[in-house]
Protein backbone atom coordinates (compact mmCIF):
# COMPACT_ATOMS: atom_id res chain seq x y z
CA UNK A 1 0.00 0.00 0.00
CA UNK A 2 1.31 3.28 -0.93
CA UNK A 3 1.93 6.05 1.34
CA UNK A 4 -0.89 8.86 1.61
CA UNK A 5 2.05 11.49 0.98
CA UNK A 6 3.41 9.97 -1.95
CA UNK A 7 -0.33 9.28 -3.15
CA UNK A 8 -0.23 13.20 -2.99
CA UNK A 9 2.72 14.00 -4.89
CA UNK A 10 1.62 11.18 -7.37
CA UNK A 11 -1.60 13.73 -7.70
CA UNK A 12 0.13 16.93 -8.26
CA UNK A 13 2.33 15.52 -10.39
CA UNK A 14 -0.45 14.22 -12.07
CA UNK A 15 -2.67 17.86 -11.82
CA UNK A 16 1.02 19.72 -12.63
CA UNK A 17 1.30 17.94 -16.14
CA UNK A 18 -2.64 18.32 -17.02
CA UNK A 19 -2.45 22.12 -16.13
CA UNK A 20 1.24 22.24 -18.35
CA UNK A 21 -0.42 20.64 -21.24
CA UNK A 22 -0.24 22.73 -24.22
CA UNK A 23 -3.36 24.88 -25.02
CA UNK A 24 -3.24 24.09 -28.98
CA UNK A 25 -6.28 26.58 -29.24
CA UNK A 26 -8.46 28.94 -26.90
CA UNK A 27 -11.31 29.13 -29.43
CA UNK A 28 -14.62 27.10 -27.67
CA UNK A 29 -18.31 26.49 -29.26
CA UNK A 30 -20.07 28.16 -26.88
CA UNK A 31 -17.49 31.88 -27.77
CA UNK A 32 -18.78 31.04 -31.35
CA UNK A 33 -22.47 30.59 -30.75
CA UNK A 34 -22.84 33.60 -28.36
CA UNK A 35 -21.92 35.88 -31.66
CA UNK A 36 -24.02 34.05 -33.68
CA UNK A 37 -27.21 34.36 -31.55
CA UNK A 38 -26.61 37.91 -31.32
CA UNK A 39 -26.72 38.60 -34.85
CA UNK A 40 -29.65 40.70 -35.82
CA UNK A 41 -30.60 38.26 -38.48
CA UNK A 42 -31.21 34.09 -38.64
CA UNK A 43 -26.97 33.35 -38.39
CA UNK A 44 -26.68 29.52 -38.62
CA UNK A 45 -24.56 27.73 -36.61
CA UNK A 46 -20.46 28.09 -37.28
CA UNK A 47 -18.69 25.14 -36.09
CA UNK A 48 -15.28 25.29 -34.35
CA UNK A 49 -12.98 22.89 -35.98
CA UNK A 50 -11.54 19.69 -33.83
CA UNK A 51 -8.96 17.44 -34.40
CA UNK A 52 -7.34 14.05 -32.91
CA UNK A 53 -4.94 14.09 -30.23
CA UNK A 54 -1.51 13.44 -32.17
CA UNK A 55 1.11 15.79 -32.41
CA UNK A 56 3.84 16.42 -35.20
CA UNK A 57 6.73 18.58 -34.63
CA UNK A 58 8.19 19.81 -37.42
CA UNK A 59 11.95 19.51 -35.60
CA UNK A 60 11.41 15.93 -35.69
CA UNK A 61 10.97 16.22 -39.74
CA UNK A 62 14.48 17.84 -39.81
CA UNK A 63 13.42 22.15 -39.53
CA UNK A 64 15.95 24.39 -39.42
CA UNK A 65 14.70 26.59 -36.05
CA UNK A 66 17.89 29.47 -37.46
CA UNK A 67 16.34 30.19 -40.59
CA UNK A 68 19.55 29.46 -42.19
CA UNK A 69 18.04 26.62 -44.11
CA UNK A 70 14.78 26.13 -45.97
CA UNK A 71 12.51 24.54 -43.42
CA UNK A 72 9.63 23.67 -46.34
CA UNK A 73 10.09 20.21 -46.88
CA UNK A 74 9.97 19.40 -42.97
CA UNK A 75 6.82 21.32 -42.65
CA UNK A 76 5.34 20.14 -45.46
CA UNK A 77 5.88 16.45 -44.85
CA UNK A 78 4.89 17.06 -41.33
CA UNK A 79 1.51 18.41 -42.41
CA UNK A 80 1.19 15.70 -45.28
CA UNK A 81 1.81 12.79 -42.78
CA UNK A 82 -0.74 14.47 -40.49
CA UNK A 83 -3.43 14.11 -42.83
CA UNK A 84 -2.86 11.08 -43.92
CA UNK A 85 -3.02 9.56 -40.18
CA UNK A 86 -6.07 11.08 -40.21
CA UNK A 87 -5.13 14.55 -38.65
CA UNK A 88 -4.12 16.22 -35.63
CA UNK A 89 -1.50 19.18 -34.54
CA UNK A 90 1.37 20.03 -36.48
CA UNK A 91 3.32 21.73 -34.10
CA UNK A 92 6.18 25.13 -35.08
CA UNK A 93 7.96 25.42 -31.67
CA UNK A 94 10.09 28.54 -30.86
CA UNK A 95 12.65 29.60 -33.82
CA UNK A 96 13.08 31.00 -37.26
CA UNK A 97 11.67 28.96 -39.81
CA UNK A 98 12.49 30.41 -43.61
CA UNK A 99 10.41 28.44 -45.80
CA UNK A 100 8.52 28.82 -49.23
CA UNK A 101 4.85 28.33 -50.03
CA UNK A 102 3.10 25.84 -47.60
CA UNK A 103 -0.05 24.09 -48.11
CA UNK A 104 -2.24 23.15 -45.62
CA UNK A 105 -4.83 20.35 -45.94
CA UNK A 106 -7.61 18.61 -44.48
CA UNK A 107 -8.17 17.44 -40.48
CA UNK A 108 -4.47 19.68 -40.01
CA UNK A 109 -4.35 22.42 -37.36
CA UNK A 110 -0.87 23.95 -37.56
CA UNK A 111 0.33 25.21 -34.05
CA UNK A 112 2.87 27.92 -33.31
CA UNK A 113 4.40 28.48 -30.20
CA UNK A 114 5.47 31.68 -28.70
CA UNK A 115 8.62 33.42 -30.52
CA UNK A 116 8.43 31.01 -33.39
CA UNK A 117 8.80 33.41 -37.08
CA UNK A 118 7.76 31.73 -40.15
CA UNK A 119 9.20 34.04 -43.19
CA UNK A 120 8.23 33.48 -46.73
CA UNK A 121 11.60 33.30 -48.82
CA UNK A 122 11.32 36.20 -51.55
CA UNK A 123 13.25 33.54 -54.28
CA UNK A 124 11.18 33.61 -57.28
CA UNK A 125 12.01 30.32 -58.35
CA UNK A 126 10.14 28.75 -55.38
CA UNK A 127 6.61 30.23 -56.16
CA UNK A 128 4.73 28.74 -59.08
CA UNK A 129 2.30 30.18 -61.31
CA UNK A 130 -1.51 29.31 -60.92
CA UNK A 131 -4.67 30.13 -62.20
CA UNK A 132 -6.21 32.63 -59.36
CA UNK A 133 -8.57 35.44 -58.94
CA UNK A 134 -7.67 38.67 -58.13
CA UNK A 135 -9.25 41.53 -57.29
CA UNK A 136 -12.29 39.50 -58.11
CA UNK A 137 -11.39 38.90 -61.71
CA UNK A 138 -9.71 35.26 -62.51
CA UNK A 139 -6.02 35.56 -63.62
CA UNK A 140 -3.12 33.91 -62.73
CA UNK A 141 -0.56 34.99 -59.60
CA UNK A 142 2.29 33.37 -57.55
CA UNK A 143 1.54 30.72 -55.01
CA UNK A 144 0.17 32.01 -52.17
CA UNK A 145 2.77 31.55 -48.55
CA UNK A 146 -0.24 29.68 -47.07
CA UNK A 147 -2.42 28.14 -48.97
CA UNK A 148 -5.52 25.18 -49.31
CA UNK A 149 -8.01 24.08 -51.84
CA UNK A 150 -10.60 22.12 -51.32
CA UNK A 151 -9.51 21.33 -47.73
CA UNK A 152 -12.01 20.84 -44.62
CA UNK A 153 -11.29 21.38 -40.80
CA UNK A 154 -7.86 23.32 -40.54
CA UNK A 155 -6.54 25.57 -38.55
CA UNK A 156 -3.40 27.46 -37.80
CA UNK A 157 -3.56 28.93 -34.13
CA UNK A 158 -0.65 29.63 -31.09
CA UNK A 159 1.32 32.66 -30.74
CA UNK A 160 3.47 32.72 -34.05
CA UNK A 161 4.24 35.45 -36.82
CA UNK A 162 3.98 34.54 -40.26
CA UNK A 163 5.71 37.07 -42.49
CA UNK A 164 5.50 37.19 -46.47
CA UNK A 165 8.35 39.11 -47.13
CA UNK A 166 6.20 41.75 -49.43
CA UNK A 167 8.82 44.54 -49.38
CA UNK A 168 10.39 42.23 -51.90
CA UNK A 169 7.56 42.05 -53.98
CA UNK A 170 5.48 45.55 -53.87
CA UNK A 171 5.88 48.69 -55.82
CA UNK A 172 6.55 51.12 -53.75
CA UNK A 173 6.04 54.78 -54.11
CA UNK A 174 8.75 57.44 -53.19
CA UNK A 175 6.54 60.31 -52.07
CA UNK A 176 5.18 57.30 -49.61
CA UNK A 177 9.01 57.54 -47.71
CA UNK A 178 11.30 59.55 -45.58
CA UNK A 179 14.08 60.47 -48.20
CA UNK A 180 16.39 57.93 -45.49
CA UNK A 181 13.99 55.01 -45.92
CA UNK A 182 14.21 55.21 -49.38
CA UNK A 183 17.59 55.38 -50.28
CA UNK A 184 18.14 52.18 -47.81
CA UNK A 185 14.78 50.18 -49.69
CA UNK A 186 17.24 50.92 -52.81
CA UNK A 187 20.07 50.01 -51.56
CA UNK A 188 18.98 46.49 -50.19
CA UNK A 189 16.07 45.76 -52.73
CA UNK A 190 17.87 47.07 -55.95
CA UNK A 191 15.18 47.11 -58.49
CA UNK A 192 14.16 49.65 -61.05
CA UNK A 193 12.96 53.06 -60.48
CA UNK A 194 10.05 54.79 -63.09
CA UNK A 195 10.13 58.43 -63.99
CA UNK A 196 7.04 58.62 -61.78
CA UNK A 197 9.71 57.43 -58.63
CA UNK A 198 7.55 54.19 -58.54
CA UNK A 199 9.73 51.28 -57.50
CA UNK A 200 9.71 47.68 -58.96
CA UNK A 201 11.65 44.99 -58.09
CA UNK A 202 12.57 44.55 -61.89
CA UNK A 203 12.05 45.65 -65.28
CA UNK A 204 9.52 42.80 -65.61
CA UNK A 205 7.14 44.06 -63.14
CA UNK A 206 7.21 47.48 -65.45
CA UNK A 207 6.58 45.76 -68.28
CA UNK A 208 3.72 43.72 -66.76
CA UNK A 209 1.89 47.05 -65.31
CA UNK A 210 1.77 48.32 -68.92
CA UNK A 211 -0.94 45.33 -69.46
CA UNK A 212 -3.27 46.38 -66.64
CA UNK A 213 -6.21 48.08 -68.17
CA UNK A 214 -8.08 47.95 -64.36
CA UNK A 215 -6.17 47.86 -61.37
CA UNK A 216 -3.56 45.21 -60.61
CA UNK A 217 -4.77 42.54 -63.28
CA UNK A 218 -2.51 42.29 -66.68
CA UNK A 219 -4.38 41.32 -69.94
CA UNK A 220 -1.87 38.52 -71.25
CA UNK A 221 -2.91 36.64 -74.06
CA UNK A 222 0.25 35.40 -75.05
CA UNK A 223 1.12 32.54 -72.12
CA UNK A 224 4.64 32.86 -72.48
CA UNK A 225 4.23 36.34 -71.35
CA UNK A 226 3.25 35.06 -67.44
CA UNK A 227 6.59 33.28 -66.94
CA UNK A 228 8.55 36.53 -68.15
CA UNK A 229 6.70 39.14 -65.40
CA UNK A 230 6.87 36.63 -62.79
CA UNK A 231 8.04 39.28 -60.19
CA UNK A 232 4.25 41.07 -60.34
CA UNK A 233 2.59 38.46 -59.90
CA UNK A 234 2.56 38.99 -56.42
CA UNK A 235 0.57 36.53 -54.03
CA UNK A 236 -2.11 37.20 -51.24
CA UNK A 237 0.01 35.94 -48.04
CA UNK A 238 -3.49 33.43 -46.98
CA UNK A 239 -4.92 32.15 -49.85
CA UNK A 240 -8.02 29.29 -48.83
CA UNK A 241 -10.47 28.63 -51.56
CA UNK A 242 -13.42 26.21 -51.47
CA UNK A 243 -12.74 25.02 -48.11
CA UNK A 244 -15.19 24.13 -45.05
CA UNK A 245 -14.33 24.64 -41.19
CA UNK A 246 -11.43 26.72 -40.81
CA UNK A 247 -10.00 28.54 -37.71
CA UNK A 248 -7.67 31.19 -37.24
CA UNK A 249 -6.46 32.25 -33.83
CA UNK A 250 -4.05 33.56 -31.96
CA UNK A 251 -1.15 34.25 -34.81
CA UNK A 252 0.31 37.14 -36.58
CA UNK A 253 -0.33 38.00 -40.07
CA UNK A 254 2.35 40.56 -41.52
CA UNK A 255 3.85 42.13 -44.72
CA UNK A 256 2.18 40.71 -47.72
CA UNK A 257 3.16 41.28 -50.66
CA UNK A 258 -0.16 41.79 -51.69
CA UNK A 259 -3.57 40.57 -49.85
CA UNK A 260 -2.92 39.51 -45.80
CA UNK A 261 -5.52 37.08 -45.98
CA UNK A 262 -8.09 35.67 -48.58
CA UNK A 263 -10.72 33.22 -48.24
CA UNK A 264 -12.85 32.76 -51.43
CA UNK A 265 -15.99 30.56 -51.74
CA UNK A 266 -15.00 29.16 -48.21
CA UNK A 267 -18.10 27.99 -45.55
CA UNK A 268 -17.96 28.07 -41.76
CA UNK A 269 -14.83 30.68 -40.92
CA UNK A 270 -13.91 31.43 -37.75
CA UNK A 271 -10.98 34.57 -37.58
CA UNK A 272 -10.41 35.05 -33.93
CA UNK A 273 -7.89 36.87 -31.85
CA UNK A 274 -5.13 37.48 -34.61
CA UNK A 275 -2.93 40.28 -35.25
CA UNK A 276 -3.06 41.48 -39.23
CA UNK A 277 -0.67 44.05 -40.30
CA UNK A 278 1.31 45.59 -43.20
CA UNK A 279 3.47 49.05 -44.19
CA UNK A 280 0.95 51.84 -43.84
CA UNK A 281 2.38 52.73 -47.59
CA UNK A 282 1.83 48.86 -48.88
CA UNK A 283 0.60 48.81 -52.32
CA UNK A 284 -2.82 46.64 -52.07
CA UNK A 285 -1.94 45.62 -48.22
CA UNK A 286 -5.08 44.78 -47.19
CA UNK A 287 -5.97 43.28 -44.10
CA UNK A 288 -8.59 40.57 -44.88
CA UNK A 289 -11.11 40.24 -47.99
CA UNK A 290 -13.15 37.75 -47.18
CA UNK A 291 -15.01 36.59 -50.77
CA UNK A 292 -17.70 34.83 -51.65
CA UNK A 293 -17.54 33.07 -48.03
CA UNK A 294 -20.76 32.20 -46.16
CA UNK A 295 -20.90 32.02 -42.09
CA UNK A 296 -18.16 34.02 -40.79
CA UNK A 297 -17.54 35.00 -37.98
CA UNK A 298 -14.14 37.82 -37.25
CA UNK A 299 -14.27 38.33 -33.33
CA UNK A 300 -11.35 40.46 -31.40
CA UNK A 301 -8.61 41.41 -33.90
CA UNK A 302 -6.39 43.67 -34.59
CA UNK A 303 -5.96 45.30 -37.73
CA UNK A 304 -2.97 47.87 -39.01
CA UNK A 305 -2.89 47.66 -42.69
CA UNK A 306 -2.10 49.63 -45.95
CA UNK A 307 -5.19 49.80 -47.63
CA UNK A 308 -8.50 48.31 -46.61
CA UNK A 309 -8.77 46.45 -43.51
CA UNK A 310 -12.07 44.48 -43.12
CA UNK A 311 -13.06 43.97 -46.14
CA UNK A 312 -16.31 41.95 -47.58
CA UNK A 313 -16.02 41.03 -51.55
CA UNK A 314 -17.66 38.77 -53.91
CA UNK A 315 -16.17 39.38 -56.87
CA UNK A 316 -15.89 41.73 -59.84
CA UNK A 317 -18.21 43.08 -62.59
CA UNK A 318 -19.18 39.90 -65.25
CA UNK A 319 -17.06 37.32 -63.99
CA UNK A 320 -18.52 38.06 -60.07
CA UNK A 321 -22.09 37.81 -61.52
CA UNK A 322 -21.47 34.95 -63.73
CA UNK A 323 -19.84 33.00 -60.41
CA UNK A 324 -22.73 33.84 -58.29
CA UNK A 325 -21.63 33.21 -55.12
CA UNK A 326 -22.69 36.12 -52.59
CA UNK A 327 -20.71 36.80 -48.95
CA UNK A 328 -23.28 36.24 -46.94
CA UNK A 329 -24.20 35.30 -42.79
CA UNK A 330 -21.00 37.26 -41.30
CA UNK A 331 -20.53 38.40 -37.85
CA UNK A 332 -17.85 40.98 -37.14
CA UNK A 333 -16.92 41.88 -33.42
CA UNK A 334 -14.95 43.57 -31.13
CA UNK A 335 -12.20 44.60 -33.78
CA UNK A 336 -9.75 47.61 -33.78
CA UNK A 337 -8.17 48.74 -36.77
CA UNK A 338 -5.02 51.44 -36.50
CA UNK A 339 -4.95 52.17 -40.07
CA UNK A 340 -6.32 51.72 -43.31
CA UNK A 341 -8.00 52.97 -46.77
CA UNK A 342 -11.81 52.08 -44.49
CA UNK A 343 -11.82 50.02 -41.04
CA UNK A 344 -15.22 47.90 -42.30
CA UNK A 345 -16.00 47.64 -45.79
CA UNK A 346 -18.36 46.61 -48.52
CA UNK A 347 -16.97 46.41 -52.01
CA UNK A 348 -15.68 47.67 -54.58
CA UNK A 349 -15.67 44.16 -55.74
CA UNK A 350 -19.61 43.23 -54.98
CA UNK A 351 -21.07 41.16 -58.09
CA UNK A 352 -21.73 38.68 -56.76
CA UNK A 353 -23.68 40.16 -53.70
CA UNK A 354 -23.41 40.77 -49.88
CA UNK A 355 -26.11 40.41 -47.26
CA UNK A 356 -26.63 39.50 -43.76
CA UNK A 357 -23.34 41.08 -42.33
CA UNK A 358 -23.42 42.08 -38.56
CA UNK A 359 -20.52 44.75 -37.27
CA UNK A 360 -20.68 45.44 -33.49
CA UNK A 361 -18.08 47.04 -31.14
CA UNK A 362 -15.75 47.96 -33.61
CA UNK A 363 -13.16 51.00 -32.87
CA UNK A 364 -11.12 52.69 -36.02
CA UNK A 365 -8.45 55.01 -34.81
CA UNK A 366 -7.00 56.83 -38.57
CA UNK A 367 -8.13 55.23 -40.67
CA UNK A 368 -8.71 56.82 -43.96
CA UNK A 369 -12.74 55.94 -44.00
CA UNK A 370 -14.49 55.00 -41.19
CA UNK A 371 -17.41 52.66 -42.96
CA UNK A 372 -16.92 52.52 -46.18
CA UNK A 373 -19.20 51.19 -48.80
CA UNK A 374 -17.59 51.61 -52.56
CA UNK A 375 -19.14 50.40 -56.39
CA UNK A 376 -19.69 51.59 -59.72
CA UNK A 377 -21.61 50.77 -63.02
CA UNK A 378 -20.49 47.98 -64.16
CA UNK A 379 -20.44 46.12 -60.84
CA UNK A 380 -24.13 45.16 -60.71
CA UNK A 381 -24.82 42.80 -57.78
CA UNK A 382 -26.54 43.87 -54.45
CA UNK A 383 -25.44 44.82 -51.01
CA UNK A 384 -28.28 44.32 -48.58
CA UNK A 385 -29.15 43.31 -45.06
CA UNK A 386 -26.24 45.35 -43.09
CA UNK A 387 -26.24 45.71 -39.41
CA UNK A 388 -23.79 48.06 -37.97
CA UNK A 389 -23.46 49.05 -34.16
CA UNK A 390 -21.68 50.85 -31.64
CA UNK A 391 -18.78 51.70 -33.49
CA UNK A 392 -15.98 54.22 -32.05
CA UNK A 393 -13.63 56.20 -34.34
CA UNK A 394 -11.42 58.95 -34.40
CA UNK A 395 -8.81 61.05 -36.21
CA UNK A 396 -10.45 60.23 -39.96
CA UNK A 397 -8.36 62.40 -42.50
CA UNK A 398 -11.80 61.85 -44.71
CA UNK A 399 -15.29 60.20 -44.57
CA UNK A 400 -16.91 58.60 -41.23
CA UNK A 401 -19.19 57.12 -43.18
CA UNK A 402 -18.70 56.94 -46.69
CA UNK A 403 -20.99 55.68 -49.82
CA UNK A 404 -19.76 56.05 -53.21
CA UNK A 405 -21.05 54.25 -55.95
CA UNK A 406 -18.83 55.90 -58.38
CA UNK A 407 -15.89 54.82 -57.05
CA UNK A 408 -12.96 55.09 -59.45
CA UNK A 409 -10.37 52.88 -58.03
CA UNK A 410 -8.48 55.28 -56.02
CA UNK A 411 -7.78 55.70 -52.37
CA UNK A 412 -9.74 58.07 -50.31
CA UNK A 413 -8.19 61.26 -50.45
CA UNK A 414 -6.52 60.57 -53.87
CA UNK A 415 -8.97 61.73 -56.32
CA UNK A 416 -9.39 64.81 -57.63
CA UNK A 417 -12.51 66.68 -57.56
CA UNK A 418 -12.24 66.85 -61.93
CA UNK A 419 -11.93 62.88 -62.03
CA UNK A 420 -14.87 62.49 -59.73
CA UNK A 421 -17.36 65.14 -61.35
CA UNK A 422 -16.21 63.68 -64.91
CA UNK A 423 -17.41 59.96 -63.24
CA UNK A 424 -21.00 61.34 -61.73
CA UNK A 425 -21.51 63.58 -65.09
CA UNK A 426 -21.25 60.70 -67.39
CA UNK A 427 -25.13 60.24 -68.94
CA UNK A 428 -27.08 57.35 -66.65
CA UNK A 429 -27.51 54.06 -68.39
CA UNK A 430 -30.88 52.12 -67.96
CA UNK A 431 -30.96 49.61 -65.03
CA UNK A 432 -29.56 46.07 -66.07
CA UNK A 433 -27.50 43.31 -64.17
CA UNK A 434 -24.78 45.71 -64.62
CA UNK A 435 -26.12 48.31 -61.95
CA UNK A 436 -24.99 47.99 -58.24
CA UNK A 437 -27.10 48.24 -55.67
CA UNK A 438 -27.17 49.08 -52.11
CA UNK A 439 -30.17 48.66 -49.46
CA UNK A 440 -31.17 47.72 -45.99
CA UNK A 441 -28.60 48.87 -43.86
CA UNK A 442 -29.06 50.19 -40.69
CA UNK A 443 -26.17 52.17 -38.44
CA UNK A 444 -26.50 52.94 -35.44
CA UNK A 445 -24.86 53.81 -31.60
CA UNK A 446 -22.20 55.54 -34.02
CA UNK A 447 -19.52 58.06 -31.91
CA UNK A 448 -17.14 59.89 -34.33
CA UNK A 449 -13.97 62.64 -33.40
CA UNK A 450 -12.07 64.68 -35.46
CA UNK A 451 -13.55 63.98 -38.75
CA UNK A 452 -12.73 65.47 -41.84
CA UNK A 453 -16.57 65.13 -43.27
CA UNK A 454 -18.97 63.29 -41.20
CA UNK A 455 -21.09 61.53 -43.48
CA UNK A 456 -21.08 61.21 -47.43
CA UNK A 457 -23.98 59.49 -49.57
CA UNK A 458 -23.50 59.61 -53.56
CA UNK A 459 -25.42 56.84 -55.28
CA UNK A 460 -26.53 56.86 -58.63
CA UNK A 461 -28.59 58.59 -60.36
CA UNK A 462 -30.48 55.20 -62.33
CA UNK A 463 -30.18 53.21 -58.77
CA UNK A 464 -30.62 55.05 -55.33
CA UNK A 465 -28.57 54.12 -52.20
CA UNK A 466 -32.09 52.87 -50.58
CA UNK A 467 -33.37 52.42 -47.20
CA UNK A 468 -30.99 53.45 -44.33
CA UNK A 469 -31.63 54.31 -41.20
CA UNK A 470 -28.99 55.96 -39.40
CA UNK A 471 -29.71 56.29 -35.80
CA UNK A 472 -27.78 57.86 -32.35
CA UNK A 473 -24.90 58.81 -33.91
CA UNK A 474 -22.70 61.45 -32.79
CA UNK A 475 -19.80 63.23 -35.10
CA UNK A 476 -17.25 66.03 -34.57
CA UNK A 477 -16.11 66.77 -37.87
CA UNK A 478 -15.16 70.13 -40.29
CA UNK A 479 -17.77 69.14 -42.68
CA UNK A 480 -21.35 67.94 -42.15
CA UNK A 481 -23.18 65.69 -43.42
CA UNK A 482 -24.13 65.21 -47.71
CA UNK A 483 -26.81 63.41 -49.28
CA UNK A 484 -26.95 62.38 -52.98
CA UNK A 485 -29.34 59.99 -54.69
CA UNK A 486 -30.26 58.41 -51.86
CA UNK A 487 -34.15 57.18 -51.66
CA UNK A 488 -35.57 56.40 -47.92
CA UNK A 489 -33.44 58.08 -45.40
CA UNK A 490 -33.90 58.00 -41.32
CA UNK A 491 -31.80 59.94 -39.27
CA UNK A 492 -32.93 59.41 -35.79
CA UNK A 493 -31.28 61.14 -32.80
CA UNK A 494 -28.06 62.24 -35.15
CA UNK A 495 -25.69 64.90 -33.93
CA UNK A 496 -23.12 66.40 -36.22
CA UNK A 497 -20.91 69.49 -34.69
CA UNK A 498 -19.49 70.39 -37.74
CA UNK A 499 -16.76 73.10 -37.76
CA UNK A 500 -17.81 74.79 -41.19
CA UNK A 501 -21.00 74.77 -43.13
CA UNK A 502 -24.21 73.23 -42.36
CA UNK A 503 -24.19 69.97 -40.68
CA UNK A 504 -26.96 68.15 -42.80
CA UNK A 505 -27.23 69.01 -47.01
CA UNK A 506 -30.07 67.37 -48.69
CA UNK A 507 -29.82 67.51 -52.40
CA UNK A 508 -32.90 67.58 -54.39
CA UNK A 509 -31.96 64.16 -55.44
CA UNK A 510 -32.58 62.45 -52.00
CA UNK A 511 -36.20 61.30 -51.36
CA UNK A 512 -38.28 60.06 -48.46
CA UNK A 513 -36.74 61.35 -46.06
CA UNK A 514 -37.23 61.25 -41.86
CA UNK A 515 -35.59 63.08 -39.78
CA UNK A 516 -36.19 62.12 -35.78
CA UNK A 517 -34.21 65.07 -33.70
Known sequence: MKHPFSLLLLAAAVLGACSSAPQYQTTKQRDIDALTKAASFEMPKVKVPSFPDRTYNVLDYGADPTG????????????????????GTVVIPAGIYTT??????SNVRLYTEKNSFIIFSHDLDLYDIYDEWFEGIPTKRCTSPLNARGAENIAITGHGTFNGNGDWWRPLKKSKMAPGQWKKHL?????????KDIWYPDSASILAQSYCVDQNVPVITDDSLW???????????????DCKGILLEGVTFENSPAWNLHPMCCENLILRDLNVRNPWYSQNGDGVDVESCKNVVISHCSFD???????????????????GIPTENVVVDDCVVYHGHGGFVCGSEMS??????????????????????????????VVENIYIRDVNMANIPNEGLLFDLFYGGKGAGEETEEELAARMNAEAPEVSEETP????????????????RAIYFNGLPEMKIQNVTLRNITMSATEGALFRQ??????????????????????PTVENVTINK
Do not use: W
Open 100 to 105: APLTLK
Open 227 to 241: QVVKSFLRPVMLHFV
Open 187 to 195: QEKGGVVTE
Open 486 to 507: TNGLVIDNVNIQAQKGEAFSLA
Open 305 to 323: VGDDAICMKSGKDKPGRDR
Open 68 to 87: AVLATEAIQKAIDECTEAGG
Open 437 to 452: AFKNIVIENVTGKNIK
Open 352 to 381: GGIKNVQVSNNLYIGTDVGLRFKSTRGRGG
